[in-house]
C-alpha cells in the first residue's frame, strides 16, 4: 500500500518562498514517477510539476522558473521547491504517484497518478 506524506505548506508573503515536501511509504520510491498538483475550490486540480523516476522533470507554464521539483531515492521523498510566490499560488497543493514500469511518459494529468496525499495549504498573501 503507498502512503503519501506532504509537510511544508503554509503562510507566506508574495515574494517569499515554501519548500512542500512529500515522502513516499510502503513501496520503493525510486520505482515511482512523482508529481504535483494544486486545487482551489471550485476549480480541478491542475498539474504543477513533476519527475520521473530517472530524474527528468516538467513544470507547468505558470511555474516555470520559479518551482523546482527534485526527488531523494534515499529519504524517499519528493521536494517542490516554490520561489517568487505570487498570491496566485495559494492553493492545496497535493503530491501524487505513479509506477514508473506502468507510465512510459511521466504523466501530467490526475487520471495519470492513482496515489494521492492529503494534500497540504500553501497561502500566499499580496
Known amino acids: 500500500q503507498v502512503q503519501l506524506v506532504e509537510s511544508g505548506g503554509g503562510l507566506v508573503q508574495a515574494g517569499g518562498s515554501l519548500r512542500l515536501s512529500c515522502a513516499l511509504s510502503?513501496?520503493?520510491?525510486?520505482?515511482?514517477?512523482m508529481g504535483w498538483f494544486r486545487q482551489v475550490p471550485g476549480k480541478e486540480r491542475e498539474f504543477v510539476a513533476g519527475?520521473?523516476?530517472?530524474?527528468?522533470?516538467r513544470y507547468a507554464d505558470s511555474v516555470k522558473g520559479r518551482f523546482t521539483i527534485s526527488r531523494d531515492n534515499a529519504k524517499n521523498t519528493v521536494y517542490l521547491q516554490m520561489n517568487s510566490l505570487k498570491p496566485d499560488d495559494t492553493a492545496v497543493y497535493y503530491c501524487?504517484?505513479?509506477?514508473?514500469?506502468?507510465?512510459?511518459?511521466?504523466?501530467?494529468?490526475?487520471?495519470?497518478?492513482?496515489?494521492w496525499g492529503q494534500g497540504t495549504q500553501v497561502t500566499v498573501n499580496s
Open positions: 501524487a504517484a505513479t509506477l514508473a514500469s506502468l507510465a512510459s511518459v511521466l504523466p501530467t494529468t490526475t487520471g495519470g497518478y492513482p496515489y
Open positions: 510502503g513501496r520503493t520510491f525510486s520505482s515511482y514517477h
Open positions: 519527475i520521473s523516476r530517472s530524474g527528468g522533470s
